[in-house]
């Protein structure tokens, strides 16, 4: 079945500090790949999304490359803030089916 | 908008009881899905449903029953509460499955649930 395995945390780090979260995936097909972001008490929002292999998907200074030779997708951020702190996911979607397999999460802390 | 409104936000539950957790968009979103978050785990899907009439079991459907008949509203049954349905409940919705597919998914800000 699909399975998305992600690096462990909690990952603490100080502002303007260079953040990578690993992301490899299981799955048949090309899938789609997510990152999604929680903020504290809040639901996920979708950060970043890469639909084909080499595709980079990038948003609020966060970058991820759909690596099929590597069955990756790395989340990074060059220089981190205290308001990046959250949970983050990465998720697949397969292509023969409606369902979102995550992975399970990283805390990330930032502090000042 | 609402967006996707949940309803409880905190419920504690005995052993046994039975309860609805209500998930409503003003969206008019075809696709909707519930989650349980468990920590170590992610989220895993109990069920979801392509529009209103249609639901199917996702990963974890044991001990949950869904039906859908507005395209409104998407509520979960807990039959008969267990301690390990204890968890964090989002339900998410998309304007349609190829929506989802693509990632374009609202969630709600979960309900906490805890069975003593």
């Known amino acids: 079945g699909n399975s998305v395995t992600q690096m462990e945390g909690p990952v603490t780090l100080s502002e303007e500090a260079f953040l990578t979260i690993n992301c490899t995936y299981t799955a048949t097909g090309y899938p789609s790949l997510f990152w999604y972001v929680q903020y504290p008490g809040e639901g996920l929002q979708l950060l970043l999304k890469a639909t084909k292999a080499d595709d980079k998907g990038s948003n609020k200074g966060f970058e991820a490359t759909y690596r099929k030779e590597t069955t990756s997708f790395h989340l990074e951020k060059g220089s981190v803030q205290v308001s990046d702190s959250a949970v983050y996911f990465c998720a697949l979607s397969a292509t023969n089916d409606y369902k979102l397999s995550f992975g399970a999460g990283t805390t990330v802390t930032v502090r000042a | 908008n609402a967006g996707v409104t949940q309803t409880p936000k905190f419920q504690v539950l005995k052993t046994g009881q039975s309860m609805t957790l209500q998930c409503a968009q003003d969206m008019n979103h075809e696709y909707m899905s519930w989650y349980r978050q468990d920590p170590g785990m992610g989220l895993r899907l109990i069920h979801y449903?392509?529009?209103?009439?249609?639901?199917d079991q996702g990963e974890v459907p044991n001990g949950y029953n869904v039906s859908r008949s507005t395209t409104e509203d998407f509520p979960l049954r807990l039959l008969s509460a267990a301690p390990s349905q204890t968890s964090v409940y989002f339900c998410?919705?998309?304007?349609?499955?190829?929506?989802?597919?693509?990632?374009?998914?609202?969630f709600g800000e979960g309900s906490w649930l805890t069975v003593v």
């Open positions: 449903s392509v529009g209103a009439g249609i639901t």
């Open positions: 998410a919705s998309s304007y349609s499955p190829d929506s989802f597919k693509r990632g374009t998914i609202y």
